[in-house]
T-cell receptor, first 114, second 111 residues
Framework: GAGVSQTPSNKVTEKGKYVELRCDPISGHTALYWYRQSLGQGPEFLIYFQGTGAADDSGLPNDRFFAVRPEGSVSTLKIQRTERGDSAVYLC????????????FGPGTRLTVL | SQQGEEDPQALSIQEGENATMNCSYKTSINNLQWYRQNSGRGLVHLILIRSNEREKHSGRLRVTLDTSKKSSSLLITASRAADTASYFCATVMNRDDKIIFGKGTRLHILP
């Protein structure tokens, strides 16, 4: 079956602009996770959802970052007033539910802020 | 923040040899997982070991966990060129909790 998909695969934007990154989880997976990965580092947790609600958003670095999952499936990570330091690969993962041990990752969106 | 710390940061070995990577963490955990990442993109879950387990096998992979030392090791036997990737340990403190990844070990298998 289809895995986790993320769009776009690459996004180049200018400092100060607004961007949206999309994640389509595996069908039937109720838990969805966002991570950010900088070069040479491991993925850094941002937020995760169980259904439509954010179960833990403690990893969002500041109020410029926001994520939604209005229908409990597709999720959008929104970044306002982008800064050069936001440049990274943004990874999305899904799992059957929060108690599932295995997360399935998408290919990521590489965000470059000029 | 990152809880796990892998050692070494980079490892190059000849094809056919065994590769061992270590992970140390700071707080008590519910489980520890190992992931592989090729070319800096999507991660693939390899194996999970729970806090009450000491050793686990999956194909050419062997994982150990020592909760008293807060450390884990991943052994890949009979390495292949396709094993070239970055390997991350990830810890889960409590059930339903988020996963915290380490910085990873970059493994390069030489032909």
């Amino acid at each position: 079956g289809a895995g986790v998909s993320q769009t776009p695969s690459n996004k180049v934007t200018e400092k100060g602009k607004y961007v949206e990154l999309r994640c389509d989880p595996i069908s039937g997976h109720t838990a969805l996770y966002w991570y950010r990965q900088s070069l040479g580092q491991g993925p850094e947790f941002l937020i995760y959802f169980q259904g439509t609600g954010a179960a833990d958003d403690s990893g969002l670095p500041n109020d410029r970052f926001f994520a939604v999952r209005p229908e409990g499936s597709v999720s959008t990570l929104k970044i306002q007033r982008t800064e050069r330091g936001d440049s990274a690969v943004y990874l999305c993962a899904s799992s059957f539910d929060l108690r599932a041990d295995t997360q399935y990752f998408g290919p990521g969106t590489r965000l470059t802020v000029l | 923040s990152q809880q796990g710390e892998e050692d070494p940061q980079a490892l190059s070995i000849q094809e056919g040899e065994n590769a061992t990577m270590n992970c140390s963490y700071k707080t008590s955990i519910n489980n520890l997982q190992w992931y592989r990442q090729n070319s800096g993109r999507g991660l693939v879950h390899l194996i999970l070991i729970r806090s009450n387990e000491r050793e686990k096998h999956s194909g050419r992979l062997r994982v150990t966990l020592d909760t008293s030392k807060k450390s884990s090791s991943l052994l890949i036997t009979a390495s292949r060129a396709a094993d070239t990737a970055s390997y991350f340990c990830a810890t889960v403190m409590n059930r339903d909790d988020k996963i915290i990844f380490g910085k990873g070990t970059r493994l390069h298998i030489l032909p």
